[in-house]
């Protein structure tokens, strides 16, 4: 079963259509909530070492929309925009979800609802991803693998490099 | 062969919810068809018919204990499927790595402007 206190993201995959993603913060959850929600400091975090964050627009209001891109090492601009649907603050954010590099983009939005449960100085967050098909699910997941293997190829390049 | 499409591989067996919940069920432990029927809330045969689908792309396996047979999990057959989501789920690993970056200094900048918090 999982350890409580480990800060390793898990992704899990509940039905056809979903995409959970769980992980476990040190921190109280208004600053969670806050480093999630100000673009000064998304894009201190949000490019996961994969580039440079080149957009990051957040209008923070039902109806609202939000914008993030970045130019990926070796990929090229990735963007991602979409529009907040509900917003709890400190609790729960619902927003769409467009990934901009897949044909029909529009069309393959997803749903993400964001949920933060705060317990003794630490935060559980959640974020439940949806789409309404499972081929659009399988098409989300695979924008990550691109980085993946972006990311083994770096590894390659250093090893190799260390073998010099 | 209508229904060789569900048994081809473990993305397609799994992809029945009930089959994901015998799955589950088996992550804990070594179970007789009983105790998944039991568990689950489902008929036997229904139970039976997944199992066997499961048995088919090797994510279950089965032996004899006396009269009893016994299923348990195969993690090996689902090792593609957790290969698959796992270059996701590390850009969302790192991703939340640097947040945590992030949120020690959130900390440390409220620390510093109230003390009582």
Redesign the interface.
Known sequence: MTVTGS???????P??TQ?L?T?E???PRD??W??WTTPE?VR???????GEMTVCEIDLRVGGKWRYAMNAEGFGEVGFHGEYREIQPFERLVSTEVYEGIPDAEANAALDTLTLTEDGGRTLMTVLVEHAT?EGRDAH?????E???Q?AMDLLEEVAGSLR | MARAATTTDAFNAVAEPRRRQIVDVLARGERPVNDLVAQLGVAQPQVSKHLRVLREVGVVEVRGDGRRRLYRLNGQALKPIHDWVRAYEQTWSERFDELDVVLDELKEKEEGHDGDR
């Open positions: 800060r390793k993201a898990t992704v899990t995959l039905s056809d995409i993603i992980r913060f040190v921190a600053l969670v806050k480093a400091l201190r975090w949000w490019h996961a070492n994969r499972k997941i695979e924008s990550g693998m980085d993946g293997m990311d």
